[in-house]
């Protein structure tokens, strides 16, 4: 059973297309998170949500839009893609909002390739 | 913004050897947490630290809070072809719900 799994695994998409990707974790946790990794591998939090509420929203262009129907999922949806959103994308979970003993939990990651 | 870097950027090894890496920054965190990234995986936590000067071993793996709560430190003890990867660092300043995660050590093991 895989603990917090993205689909899809790998996306290649055009310009100016819309994408999403969706986030499903069974661990029970409150806390979801996306992260981007870029080509360097830095490791950047774009979003989180606690139960279903917006908690973490950093400086990301509002092409980006994350939506949590419950707390077991967070879907990062991608209007108007652009060559640099390529990258790969991270969902994470945690049993709480500071990720307590558990630190996060990460999906395999989603590569996205605009072309 | 906060900024953690990490040292070395990466490195070569021979199996059987020691490795350390340490990870700075310019601010005080309250928890610092060590990941592994395996290939074509997600980072996948090894460490959890919540105090200063406190040392926690994970099997051959061992990191430590350091004492001015600015930086942590993790050792490998005889490393093995299977600890290749990035390994990164990431902290948790009070009142902040958010983990800054380190620049990455790229560790490759010789055999």
């Known amino acids: 059973d895989t603990a917090v799994s993205q689909t899809p695994k790998y996306l290649v998409t055009q310009m100016g297309n819309d994408k999403s990707i969706k986030c499903e974790q069974n661990l029970g946790h409150d806390t979801m998170y996306w992260y981007k990794q870029d080509s360097k591998k830095f490791l950047k939090i774009m979003f989180s949500y606690n139960n279903k509420e917006l908690i973490i929203n950093e400086t990301v262009p509002n092409r980006f839009s994350p939506k949590s129907p419950d707390k077991a999922h967070l879907n990062l949806h991608i209007n108007s893609l652009e060559l640099g959103d390529s990258a790969v994308y991270f969902c994470?979970?945690?049993?709480?909002?500071?990720?307590?003993?558990?630190?996060?939990?990460f999906g395999s990651g989603t590569r996205l390739t605009v072309v | 913004g906060q900024q953690l870097n990490q040292s070395p950027q990466s490195m070569f090894i021979q199996e059987g050897e020691d490795v350390s890496m340490n990870c700075t920054s310019s601010?005080?965190?309250?928890?610092w947490l060590w990941y592994k990234q395996d290939p074509g995986e997600g980072p996948v936590l090894l460490i959890a630290l919540y105090k200063a000067g406190e040392l926690t071993s994970n099997g051959r793996l061992t990191a430590q809070f350091g004492i001015t709560r600015k930086d942590s430190f993790l050792n490998i003890s005889a490393s093995i072809p299977s600890d290749v990867g990035i390994y990164f660092c990431?902290?948790?300043?009070?009142?902040?719900?958010?983990?800054?995660f380190g620049t990455g050590t790229r560790l490759k093991v010789l055999a």
């Open positions: 994470a979970s945690s049993p709480r909002l500071n990720g307590g003993n558990y630190g996060y939990t």
């Open positions: 601010s005080i965190f309250n928890t």
């Open positions: 990431a902290g948790l300043t009070s009142g902040t719900y958010k983990y800054i």
